[in-house]
């Protein structure tokens, strides 16, 4: 992550801690209670949701220029 990733992060913690009842406890503890996850969580399954997007055809990129699919790279996954 970079570091204005980490600046959103911070961001988050403090306002999080901003909730008196939750002030004290740890930041996941604060973020579990609220139902967010971090930040860097989130970009994650977004870049995980772009990734599956372009390989199912639904964006209109050429994945073959972003990924190796031959057969030898593939793992024994089947991409349908």
Known sequence: MGTKGLGH????KRATKLISVLSEMGYEERLKILGLTT???RRLKGDLIEVFKILKGYENIDREMLFDMSPSNLRGLVIH
Request: proline fraction near 0%; glycine fraction near 0%.
């Open 9 to 12: 992060e911070r961001v988050q």
């Open 39 to 41: 930040l860097e969580t």
